[in-house]
């Protein structure tokens, strides 16, 4: 089974959220059940870098639209990932991609002008490798789309009259594309797409709608989540067709990447544990708290967070309830970047308490390691979740999450078992959640059991990656 799959981002080549880790993680997964999965990515400069060594040209483009109102011309090139050596095609395309900011946005956090081009580039180019028309001699009998950037690839397929099966998966139904629909000529769609049977949506485009409506089949990344938008508020305007394509619509937990997320063997950390042998833990939190400027004290609970510093994320519920978790002893170590006025407040909190508070503002792989290994408590109370990785690298780490009862949290942690789950997402009923946790952990022998409990849970690869096994057989046997 030969599957193309299309994606903006893939760790380890580039990284800006969850995405690029299941990415990097499930096509490799796949084809250690024996399925041929291959990647199709832009050729940021940073991929274009991190590559150099093994890329081939394979086609070359002359006439795609999408980097602007002339056509223009594109390499692809075959490479390797590093580590797992899933083959990855690279779309070189300089006007679209060779640009000194992230994937999405310029080094001031503005999205780029011509996102709606420079990703509709690459649908079409998804669309020409699934098609008839290919210019390779490898041709993938399933496309798997991934997210808005990636839309508009089972769109042009189904109106160039192909037919290979499609399948659309929803990492973040937030995140639509949606753009001004005098772009439709340019971005080469007809008239006639543009409706509700189609690419609309409120008077707009919408890469994600054209993705939903004409992809085969639609995925999420939690059962539950896949639940959740399928009615208002998390729908986000799409429940309507989400609801009427609910036969085709399913969640497959993702996994974790356990080799990458060990413990035990951590190139990041400068101790190691695992369930078994968890007595280095305290190393790390010693090494934390060293690290991070914070007091060094070995029975002060230690609360982590790593996350977008994003309104979804839940950071307004932890600022208001961080004062009570420093009066009760315990310290907060934060990691993450994003909205700056939350960034602000975050700054704010660690000037009222140094030493006990710390914030890292910015992006850094190493101290997101560490922070897991380190910290006693993870605090993950997103509004919405629609899988969220930190709360399963938290448990895999000993770091006991605090979640809202929302899409993969819900679906990943036990309340009681391996963490602490609570319902509505108010500070309130954070607070009772810290308190519970506060409580057990000051009872070593039963907190000790609720970590080990935690640690020991399978969150690998394996059983998703089976599972989208059983959803392509099915959609290329026309079952599903
Ligand atoms: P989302 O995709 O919504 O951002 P996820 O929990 O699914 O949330 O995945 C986020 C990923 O990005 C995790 O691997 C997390 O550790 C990582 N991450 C987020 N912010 C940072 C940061 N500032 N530094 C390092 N890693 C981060």
Not at 22 to 46: K, T
Not at 359 to 374: D, F, K, M, T, V
Request: with cysteine.
């Amino acid at each position: 089974m030969r599957i193309l799959f299309v994606t903006s981002e893939a760790a380890p080549l580039i990284k800006t959220g969850g995405l690029a880790d299941v990415s990097g993680a499930l096509p490799a997964a796949l084809r250690e059940i024996g399925i041929d999965c291959r990647l199709l990515i832009p050729g940021y400069p940073i991929v274009m870098q991190k590559l150099e060594s093994s890329l081939q040209l394979v086609a070359q483009f002359d006439n795609l639209a999408g980097a602007g109102a002339e056509p223009i011309a594109a390499r692809l090139m075959l490479a390797q990932m590093p580590g797992a050596g899933t083959p990855i095609y690279v779309l070189d395309a300089p006007l679209a991609y060779a640009r000194s900011g992230g994937p999405y946005q310029d080094s001031n956090g503005i999205d780029y002008y011509d996102n709606a081009q420079r990703f509709a580039l690459l649908g079409q180019v998804a669309a020409r490798l699934a098609g008839a028309d290919s210019p390779l001699d490898w041709h993938p009998d399933l496309l798997h789309c991934n997210d808005w950037q990636t839309g508009l690839a089972p769109a042009y397929l189904r109106l160039a009259g192909n037919a290979i099966p499609t399948v659309m998966t929803v990492h973040n139904l937030a995140y639509q594309g949606i753009f001004p629909p005098v772009m439709l000529g340019e971005l080469n769609l007809p008239l006639k797409c543009f409706s509700v049977e189609g690419v609309e949506y409120y008077g707009n485009l919408s890469f994600l709608k054209a993705g939903l409506y004409y992809a085969n089949h639609i995925t999420t990344v939690s059962p539950t989540y896949a639940h959740e938008i399928q009615q208002a508020p998390l729908g986000m305007g799409m429940q309507g067709l989400l609801t009427s394509r609910n036969q085709d619509l399913s969640g497959i937990l993702n996994g974790i990447d356990v080799n990458e997320w060990n413990p035990a063997a951590d190139p990041h950390l400068e101790c190691e544990f695992s369930a078994r042998a968890p007595a280095g833990k305290k190393h790390c939190k010693q090494k934390l708290q060293e690290e991070l400027g914070l007091q060094p004290n070995a029975d002060a609970p230690l609360f982590g967070m790593i996350a977008r510093m994003a309104h979804q994320k839940g950071l307004d519920l932890v600022l208001a309830v961080a004062d009570g978790i420093i009066d009760r002893g315990g310290q907060i170590a934060l990691l993450g970047t994003g909205e700056k006025s939350i960034e602000a407040a975050v700054r704010a909190l660690v000037a009222r308490h140094p030493g006990r508070v710390s914030a890292l503002i910015g992006y850094n792989e190493g101290l997101s390691h560490r922070i897991e290994a380190g910290s006693d408590i993870f605090l993950m109370p997103s509004l919405f979740e629609p899988c969220g990785l930190n709360q399963m690298y938290s448990l895999r780490y000993g770091s006991v999450p605090i979640v809202h009862a929302t899409g993969g949290l819900r679906d990943t942690v036990e309340d009681g078992v391996t963490g602490f789950v609570f319902e509505h997402p108010t500070p309130h009923a954070l607070w009772l959640a810290v308190e519970r946790a506060l409580d057990l952990y000051a009872l070593k022998p039963a907190w000790k059991k609720l970590m080990i409990t935690g640690m020991n849970r399978d969150f690998s690869w394996q059983k998703s990656a089976l599972a989208y096994q059983s959803l392509y057989q099915g959609l290329l046997a026309g079952q599903v």
